[in-house]
């Protein structure tokens, strides 16, 4: 009969067990459960990125292509212009802006996404159990694919003015891994945080701002001289995003700025965890 | 599959209010800096939603959960969902879980119906196999056509309860949670709906119903809950507590329907 249920079976929550004023360890086995659950649900929040890039786009000729068009454009336009400013020279200018424009757009999307990404899915934290882990790979997720459609016009610049990193740039692939863990992490953190306090989120955003002229993205590190440049791995941006900038334009990144990078790293993982562990319990009555 | 249960003991639930100004950081701020912290805290608006709550279920119940508006059903069934965990008490929850609490229940009425019912299979942690089953079953029941393509936000109401429903009723759980909203249309709903509804209802292990219509729980409950002000008023079989709650005009059209 039409009416016949097919008896598809939930796969998860065989177990589910509460308790109130639980200790530190009950709270963070209960952070861990929620992360390997929300870890085993990837496939979910592959699809909730991935839709949240195509619906962004949806109707449009181009589609998610017009990322890679906009970019594309503003660097042509960019790195002409810094170019005369700044008194570079073009194709040795353009390529490094290129390549850091693209880099700190990702980083800065996931700093300013990272405050709503519990407080925008509202309507499905209130309605079904869904691990909040789920939501930080998301929005992990559907920055990675931004930067992959933005990918194609640092190959491009690559391309025309015949760059090649070479082995090098292998060494980016541990970089871009403590990017992932980062972000994370600060999903974790900012996530909740923005949801119990509505004003961190501009206070956030204007704190991206700054951080966007005092690290070397536009301008180049080597035009600080030689004593401001000693002084750069004091900026945690700084550090997080010579990690794979460095490597790609051919570079070896110094140890003071991997082991930068790394310190404050375990300050934000470390952080992102005493706060989620702590918060967890709570997230749904605040948003 | 093991056996179903349900255990809830001495449950409260408070809600703070972080209405206007005592959400912000300055106020924050300003109350650590002047050493108010503390007194801010305790004197934080809350709403008591559930208050010192103990009951347990097993398989075979049936439970009503009834009470006037405001008596805390929804958010207990929350609770028993794991969305809001308690601040005090113990919620035990053994076997898989399905709440029908909300029509909408996270459909992105951007995204098209097909859309929508691949995201509620992942919720679910449906495999590949399953998810082809599923919106198989939702498509059949909820006679979209063409429609399953197209996005939910120009879809009829009519169409948007039609996938709403099919959607929360393909997905057969140990543990039914049910806010009345399933039955407040029951005129409206097409009759293989309720047939639907009532095998679901027949196939859980264990039922927590809540409505306002007595007649469903009359002819579907075991026990029932008369909530009140987050408090138990009454627990026990449908005819006793029905009888008390409607008073006692009502209780000789009670008295005619036996429960079985």
Redesign the interface.
């Known amino acids: 009969?039409?009416?016949?249920?097919?008896?598809?079976?939930?796969?998860?929550?065989?177990?589910?067990?509460?308790?109130?004023?639980s200790s530190i360890a009950e709270r963070n086995r209960l952070a861990v459960r929620d992360v390997v659950d929300g870890a085993?649900?990837w496939?979910?929040a592959w699809?909730?990125g991935w839709?949240d890039i195509r619906?962004r786009y949806?109707g449009s000729m181009l589609g998610p292509f017009w990322l890679t068009l906009s970019t594309a454009i503003m660097i042509s336009a960019l790195g002409y212009l810094y170019a005369v400013l700044f008194h570079q020279n073009v194709a040795d200018y353009l390529p490094f802006l290129a390549l850091s424009q693209v880099l700190w757009a990702f980083l800065a999307a996931l700093v300013s996404e990272s405050c709503i990404a519990f407080t925008e899915?509202e309507?499905?934290?209130?309605?079904?159990?869904?691990p909040y882990f789920v939501f930080a790979v998301r929005t992990l997720i559907r920055n990675v694919l931004v930067l992959a459609h933005n990918i194609v016009v640092i190959v491009g610049v690559d391309v025309i003015f015949s760059i090649w990193p070479g082995v090098h740039a292998l060494l980016a692939i541990p970089g871009m891994l403590l990017w992932g863990l980062d972000a994370l992490a600060l999903t974790l953190l900012l996530g909740g945080f923005c949801a119990?306090?509505?004003?961190?989120m501009p206070?956030v955003n204007s704190v991206m701002q700054i951080a966007f002229f005092i690290t070397p993205v536009i301008w180049k590190p080597s035009q600080l001289g030689a004593r401001g440049v000693a002084k750069l791995p004091l900026n945690p941006f700084f550090d997080l995003l010579e990690i794979v900038r460095a490597p790609l334009l051919g570079q070896t990144p110094s140890m003071v700025v991997w082991g930068a990078a790394l310190g404050y790293s375990l300050f934000l993982c470390v952080l992102g965890w005493v706060f989620f562990a702590r918060a967890r319990?709570r997230l749904?009555?605040?948003i | 599959m093991s056996r179903a249960s349900i255990a809830v003991e001495g449950v409260s639930l408070q809600f703070p209010l972080y209405h206007g100004n005592s959400r912000s950081l300055k106020k924050m701020v300003v109350a650590a800096a002047s050493g108010r912290l503390g007194k801010d805290q305790r004197h934080r608006v809350v709403v008591e939603a559930l208050r010192d709550l103990t009951f347990s279920l097993t398989s075979g119940d049936r439970l009503g959960l009834v009470g006037s508006n405001g008596a805390g059903k929804t958010t207990l069934l929350r609770t028993l969902a794991g969305i809001y965990e308690p601040a005090i008490g113990r919620v035990r929850v053994q076997g898989s879980l399905n709440a029908l609490l909300d029509p909408s229940l996270g459909m992105n009425p951007e995204l098209t119906g097909r859309e929508n019912i691949m995201l509620r299979g992942l919720y679910n942690g449906l495999t590949k196999p399953m998810l082809a089953r599923l919106e198989a079953d939702v498509a059949e029941f909820a006679e979209l056509g063409d429609f399953l393509d197209l996005p939910v936000r120009i879809y009829s109401a009519g169409m948007v309860v039609r996938l709403g429903f099919a959607l929360a009723t393909a997905i057969k759980p140990q543990i039914l949670l049910m806010d009345e909203w399933f039955l407040a249309g029951d005129a409206a709903f097409m009759e293989k709906a309720r047939l639907r509804l009532e095998e679901m209802v027949r196939g859980a292990d264990i039922l927590v119903l809540s409505t306002h219509a007595t007649h469903i729980v009359q002819s579907w409950c075991t026990r029932v809950l008369w909530m009140d002000q987050g408090r138990i008023r009454a627990d026990g079989p449908p005819d006793v507590v029905l009888a008390d709650y409607l008073g006692p005009s009502a209780t000789p059209t009670l008295a005619a329907e036996p429960v079985t």
């Open positions: 009969m039409s009416h016949a249920i097919t008896p598809i079976a939930p796969a998860r929550e065989i177990l589910v067990e509460f308790k109130a004023s085993r649900l496939r979910l699809t909730l839709l619906l949806r899915p309507s499905i934290i209130r309605s079904v159990r869904m119990r306090f509505r004003d961190v206070i319990s749904a009555y605040w």
